[in-house]
């Protein structure tokens, strides 16, 4: 007991050194343009200016079921105080089954898409981040027929 207690110990200690080295946050993405809705996003900051994101996000339907993975790379820009812009690069993956009813038909697809990422975002005293983004991503698919989709956002985000 005395050894299990003393591993708790030291992994909160451990835990709280890296806390205090490392900027990170994690929370909800909710936006809606192509049928994702809400979004598991995860920021990583490799510098004060410099961060990665990563956005999980699915969608199950009665026409289709959908998952996605997102990461990009983003500049921070401080405005004043807590408020801030950034922009960013990167891209993805997703996969989406569609149901054909009528026919009984399964069509499924898995592609490739790029992202651009620009927003403004409020950090408050505590750990409380919430941003508004617009990302433009424009998908490599051979069954959808727009492959160019304008996402608009509000997340928020706990940091640690």
């Known amino acids: 007991m005395k050894k299990l207690m003393l591993f708790c110990i030291a992994i909160m200690g451990c835990t709280l050194a890296m806390q205090?080295?490392?900027?990170?946050?994690?929370?909800?993405?909710?936006?809606?343009?192509?049928?994702?809705?809400?979004?598991?996003?995860?920021?990583?900051?490799?510098?004060?200016?410099?961060?990665?994101e990563f956005d999980l996000g699915w969608r199950s339907s009665?026409?289709?079921d959908a998952f996605r993975l997102t990461g990009l790379y983003q500049w921070v820009w401080n405005i004043d105080g807590g408020f801030n812009w950034y922009a960013g690069a990167g891209g993805g993956?997703?996969?989406?089954?569609?149901?054909?009813?009528?026919?009984?038909?399964?069509?499924s697809?898995?592609?490739?898409?790029?992202?651009?990422?620009?927003?403004?975002?409020y950090?408050?005293?505590?750990p409380l981040l919430i941003s508004l983004d617009f990302r433009?991503?424009?998908?490599?698919?051979?069954?959808?027929?727009?492959d160019i989709d304008f996402d608009i956002a509000f997340s928020i985000r706990y940091q640690f």
């Open 20 to 52: 205090a080295q490392e900027k990170n946050a994690i929370g909800l993405r909710l936006g809606d343009s192509d049928g994702f809705g809400t979004e598991v996003s995860y920021q990583r900051y490799i510098s004060e200016k410099n961060r990665l």
């Open 62 to 64: 009665s026409n289709f």
């Open 93 to 107: 993956i997703a996969q989406v089954d569609f149901d054909t009813i009528p026919a009984g038909n399964d069509d």
């Open 109 to 121: 697809d898995t592609y490739l898409y790029a992202a651009g990422d620009i927003g403004i975002e």
């Open 123 to 126: 950090d408050f005293e505590i």
């Open 136 to 146: 433009p991503e424009f998908g490599f698919s051979d069954i959808l027929d727009d």
